[in-house]
């Protein structure tokens, strides 16, 4: 198993995530079970395929970006069947989907070349664990995003309630919970590796503005919980600072030396 069969996999899954998006549109329960179904099949392809491309590479797929937005697509929809299980707003199902076939598809897109070589600092016991929380954090906050897009909207049309930012809420603590894990791992697993436990790195700096950003959300809802707005347009803001951190950091003339960029 290589990445060419990457499509393979993903068309199954996607095919079946578009199909499962429909059967949410109608009102009645036995189309959305039948929908709940197909989302969960999808991610069991698409779960296949990650444990296959793992036995291939001998090695956790999740060296490269491309590898990473495996594990966000996956993450993803089971973020949307988890939420919607609790909470059953189809719209968050549909839209989780919708993210995690974008990610799918840059990937069908842009195809990497994929080495079984773990250069040695990463291959440590914190290497699975430091990702694999990242992945989820990150997954359980675009989905609070969704929350945050879908609560600015409502307010547009004065139809916002508190349900909606209780979700929001419950999400982001999820998810910071996750971040914080993150970054400890982070931390031991570079003590383990360079003999410091933090050393300002680029990415380092940008994931712990991302998690002040974040923190800086909750303690706002907590002291202003009032101020519905400013705070859905603070979650958004969060969401986009989580990007640079993820994508934009290998982009900077400062980051090229990094220890963090993706090969």
Same mark, same amino acid.
Not at 19 to 22: G, L
Not at 32 to 44: E, F, K, S, Y
Not at 121 to 130: D, E, M, T
């Given at each position: 198993m290589n990445w060419a069969y990457f499509e393979y996999f993903a068309f199954i899954s996607v095919i079946l995530w578009i &199909?499962?998006?429909?059967f949410y549109i109608p009102s009645r329960q036995k189309f959305?079970?039948?929908? =709940?179904?197909? &989302?969960?099949?999808?991610?069991?392809v698409f779960g296949a395929f990650i =444990? *296959?491309?793992w036995i291939a590479?001998?090695?956790?797929?999740?060296? =490269?970006?491309?590898?990473?937005?495996?594990?966000?697509? %996956? /993450?993803? +929809?089971? &973020?949307?069947?988890v939420t919607y299980s609790r909470w059953k707003y189809r719209w /968050?199902?549909?839209?989780?989907?919708i993210m995690a076939i974008v990610f799918v598809l840059i990937n069908y897109l842009k195809p990497e070349t994929h080495s079984k070589v773990l250069m040695p +600092?990463?291959?440590?016991?914190? %290497? &699975?664990?430091?990702v694999i929380v990242y992945m989820l954090a990150y997954a359980l906050l675009a989905a609070a995003t969704l929350i945050a897009i879908r609560g600015l909207y409502l307010n547009s049309k004065n139809k916002l309630n508190d349900n909606i930012l209780w979700v929001g809420d419950n999400l982001v603590y999820i998810g910071f919970a996750f971040l914080t894990f993150g970054l400890l791992f982070g931390a031991l697993w570079a003590k383990e590796a360079w003999g410091h436990y933090w050393t300002w790195d680029p990415k380092e700096t940008w994931a712990f503005l991302t998690w002040l950003v974040y923190?800086? %959300?909750?303690?706002?809802?907590? /002291?202003?919980? #009032? *101020?519905?707005? #400013?705070?859905?347009?603070?979650?958004?803001? +969060? %969401?986009v600072i989580l990007l640079l951190c993820w994508f934009g950091i290998n982009a900077l003339p400062t980051a090229q030396n990094s220890v963090h960029t993706y090969g």
């Open positions: &199909v499962a998006m429909v959305h079970r039948a929908g =709940t179904i197909l &989302v969960v099949i999808g991610l069991l =444990t *296959k491309l590479l001998e090695r956790p797929p999740m060296r =490269t970006l491309g590898e990473t937005r495996l594990w966000y697509s %996956f /993450f993803l +929809a089971g &973020v949307g069947i /968050f199902m549909s839209y989780s989907l +600092a990463l291959q440590s016991p914190w %290497f &699975v664990p430091h923190l800086l %959300f909750i303690h706002y809802r907590y /002291f202003y919980p #009032n *101020k519905k707005k #400013n705070a859905l347009w603070l979650l958004s803001l +969060a %969401f």
